[in-house]
């Protein structure tokens, strides 16, 4: 087009094809070797402890509880009380978390007020679970006189993972593209319209991931826990909004710091109870995240 | 507040859409400046001009879709209907519902072809036959032979021609007066630009049509009337011509326009 064309620079490329084609398969290479330590890392464990687990799983050890003699402890009163706990925590950052998520992601304007918000919600979600125990302890446990009890340990683990449940929703809802939102816009859709029936279910799996993994951590705690009174000898079932309590977690620390090889065992199998515990709520999580998503084609 | 009633006999006015000393802003630049037009009622009129110069500034403030960029607005009177789409109390829902638009990109959304038809008419609460309507919105806009063993296919999953068709269904099915399109073909192949363009003349037995585009040879052919922008030193967008397609492209009264036309622009 242009009259104007300048010299034509002197051609000189080494492709070195055989070397550029090494590097790939080195990082090739590399990756395959990260996955191949995680998964053998990850089995080594997970054998590990189902062997350890095996003589002590059955029936018994399900449905019983607690007790000095190792062959009569059951892990009931625990199991019970994580369920619970994994409940409340459930209802109550499912809507809140999600709620907040799309009030900053979607309502709120993009001011720094919002952005200082946003950052700080992120540091939250840094902070040491053992803070949030000391937190609990002053608001539930004391000023609100909750008492050590399972409502009170749910509520400390819900402000636990409420910023992650949060940081991960809005982040599932900033990748739904502008253009969806226009979409509905453009057919007439109000704001909240165009939030429930395009952008939330587009988000939907992702915010699932992030409920799934915000509640494994809050079903996996210990340490905020003991310093809000969990106890790790219960022979009875609690009641959510009274009396004494233990988690799974608090079980398994309280077995596994006796000297005795049979405790060690039992402990083994209480992981084993964690893990099939975690599956079940990722379960309901996953069947609350196909609902959602019905009607999603991507 | 968009009243119906008021403006009850289309005759009365040629124009559906009437922009008076237009300007619009971000922040404070001045996107496209002093713009009087008007947009006459089925037909299609074409806006062109060179890239930046505004044209979808224009476009989107016609339906209040700029509403949603942030620092975004809008000088002057735009009014549809004879009515001022910026006056105070006019809800850009409403707005839009009326003034339905068809972007760039196909945005289907990510259901079924039958849900994305019935997406509008759900949300602006349609009570009649919901199958009878997705089948005459899908036929209307070519695409009902394409699609009619699929409907429960999501519209992803169509081609690039396909969805664009699906999202002017998913346009007319609200019955919208004026269908806005920001460049409508850009992103097609010819094939489907000429499928396109052949829905479009079409469509203008019912509906107004405003169409942006890169595309001389498509303005040329498609549109009956054309605006011809451009943008002057201080970047900001303004009208160089307006007229019947035919005279802006075989007679142009502007030099301007003359060079953009024939190609010899920049």
């Not at chain 1, 000189?12 to 790939?24: I, Y």
Request: aromatic share 8%; with cysteine.
């Amino acid at each position: 087009m242009s009259a104007f064309s300048p010299a034509r620079p002197v051609a000189r490329f080494e492709p070195a094809v055989m070397r550029r084609k090494f590097t790939g398969t080195l990082f090739y290479g590399a990756c395959l070797a990260a996955i191949g330590l995680l998964l053998l890392t990850l089995v080594a464990l997970l054998v590990d402890v189902f062997v350890r687990a095996a003589p002590w799983l059955d029936v018994g050890f399900l449905t019983g509880v607690p007790s000095s003699r190792p062959a009569r402890a059951g892990i009931l009163p625990a199991m019970v009380g994580t369920f619970e706990i994994g409940i409340i925590v459930g209802v109550l950052t499912f809507p809140i978390g999600v709620a907040a998520a799309i009030y900053l992601a979607e309502y709120a304007s993009d001011s720094r007020l919002n952005r200082l918000l946003q950052t700080n919600i992120s540091n939250l979600a840094g902070v040491p679970s053992i803070i949030y125990g000391i937190l609990g302890l002053a608001l539930f446990v004391r000023a609100l006189a909750m008492g050590p009890t399972i409502l009170a340990a749910a509520l400390t683990l819900s402000l636990l993972i409420l910023p992650v449940v949060i940081i991960a929703s809005i982040e599932a809802l900033k990748a739904v593209p502008q253009a969806q939102r226009e979409g509905a816009y453009a057919l007439g859709a109000s704001r909240w319209q165009m939030v429930s029936r395009s952008v939330l279910p587009a988000a939907a799996p992702g915010i699932m991931t992030g409920i799934i993994l915000a509640m494994a951590r809050a079903i996996g705690e210990a340490a905020p826990l003991i310093l809000i009174g969990a106890f790790t000898f219960v022979t009875f079932l609690p009641n959510p909004i009274s009396g004494q309590y233990t988690v799974l977690p608090i079980q398994i620390y309280g077995w596994a710091q006796r000297p005795q090889a049979d405790f060690q065992g039992i402990s083994a199998a209480a992981i084993v109870v964690v893990l099939g515990l975690m599956l079940v709520l990722n379960g309901l999580a996953l069947i609350v995240r196909v609902r959602l998503s019905r009607h999603i084609q991507w | 507040m968009i009243d119906r009633e008021i403006a009850a006999d289309p005759a009365e006015f040629g124009d559906v859409i009437e922009l008076q000393d237009v300007s619009c802003w971000y922040g404070s630049f001045r996107a496209v400046r002093n713009i009087d037009i008007s947009i006459a009622r089925q037909r299609i009129t074409a806006l062109i001009g060179p890239s930046g110069c505004g044209k979808s500034t224009l476009i989107r403030t016609m339906n209040r879709m700029n509403d949603l960029v942030p620092s975004y607005r809008a000088e002057g009177r735009v009014l549809f209907e004879s009515q001022d789409l910026f006056a105070p109390g006019v809800d850009p829902v409403a707005v839009r519902r009326r003034v339905g638009m068809v972007f760039q990109k196909p945005n289907p959304f990510p259901k079924s072809v039958y849900d994305n038809v019935a997406f509008g008419p759900r949300i602006n609460g349609f009570k009649g036959n919901m199958d009878e309507l997705v089948e005459h919105s899908l036929r209307r806009a070519a695409l009902w032979d394409d699609v009619k063993d699929k409907l429960n296919q999501s519209g992803m999953a169509l081609s690039g021609g396909q969805q664009q068709r699906l999202c002017i269904a998913r346009t007319i099915a609200v019955e919208p007066e004026v269908i806005l399109m920001d460049e409508p073909c850009s992103a097609l192949d010819p094939r489907s630009t000429l499928q396109i363009e052949e829905l479009m003349a079409e469509l203008k037995r019912d509906y107004t049509i405003v169409i942006v585009t890169h595309n001389m040879q498509q303005a040329a052919r498609a549109s009956d009337t054309t605006i011809f922008m451009t943008m002057g030193d201080d970047r900001a967008g303004y009208v160089v011509e307006e007229g019947d397609t035919i005279q802006i492209f075989t007679n142009p009264k502007h030099r301007l326009t003359e060079d953009y036309v024939s190609g010899r622009f920049g």
